[in-house]
């Protein structure tokens, strides 16, 4: 079955640390990839997306993610973590037979020690 | 330009009971989407309408009802209101194949 993993419910770097969220997904076909953030008590914003082309791809913020088809990962990272990046992460996948229906991983909330 | 939109933000409902949730898309988008999100969890998908056409339905009972308007925006219906149905409801629209845009989403609680 069609699906995504993140790996880490919770994940807690120090200000101006790496930050590195796991995605994998589950398909033979690979699928469009997205990146969003929820504050709290807020909808969802778009981080980054992956459609086709370059496999590095750079998103607001100063996020970027990569596809490595090999490993079916989409893992972001940020160089040097800020306090504002403390929210909940979300990856998702949107299948080329499933119309506009994107399916989300159950979440990584990064939290920021100062 | 203004963002996708939703009313109301918060509900309080109970058992038994039908609720309607709106949406408005952000300009020149024809492509709505509603998700459901559970605390502590992912969204999950319930419907996909584009040009007034459903074009995608998730794993959600005939409770579950949708339709979108000429202008593009969007209602959302759910009769017989369980405990389970608490959740922040998610719009959210698309200018094209990719990307979805989401609104703030509405707080429904269920008593």
């Known amino acids: 079955a069609q699906s995504v993993t993140q790996l880490g419910s919770h994940v807690s770097v120090s200000e101006g640390a790496l930050v590195l969220l796991r995605c994998n997904y589950s398909s033979s076909v690979p699928p469009y990839l997205f990146w969003y953030v929820q504050y709290p008590n807020q909808g969802l914003q778009l981080l980054l997306k992956?459609?086709?082309?370059?496999?590095l791809v750079k998103g607001i913020n100063g996020f970027e993610a990569e596809f490595k088809k090999s490993e079916t990962s989409f893992h972001l990272t940020k160089p040097s973590a800020h306090m504002s990046d403390a929210a909940e992460y979300f990856c998702a996948v949107k299948f080329y037979n499933q119309g506009g229906k994107l399916i989300f991983g159950q979440g990584t909330e990064l939290s920021v020690k100062p | 330009d203004a963002g996708v939109t939703q009313s109301p933000t918060h509900l309080i409902k109970t058992r038994g009971q039908q609720v309607t949730l709106r949406c408005s898309p952000i300009?020149?988008?024809?492509?709505v989407s509603w998700y459901q999100q559970v605390l502590g969890q992912g969204p999950q998908f319930i419907f996909q309408?584009?040009?007034?056409?459903?074009?995608g339905r998730g794993n959600f009972p005939d409770r579950f009802s949708a339709r979108q308007f000429p202008n593009y925006s969007s209602e959302l219906n759910v009769n017989a209101l369980l405990l389970g149905d608490s959740a922040l409801y998610l719009c959210?629209?698309?200018?094209?194949?990719?990307?979805?845009?989401f609104g703030p989403g509405t707080r429904l609680t269920v008593t």
């Open positions: 959210a629209s698309s200018p094209a194949e990719y990307e979805q845009y």
């Open positions: 992956y459609t086709t082309g370059a496999t």
């Open positions: 309408y584009y040009e007034k056409e459903e074009r």
């Open positions: 300009s020149g988008h024809k492509s």
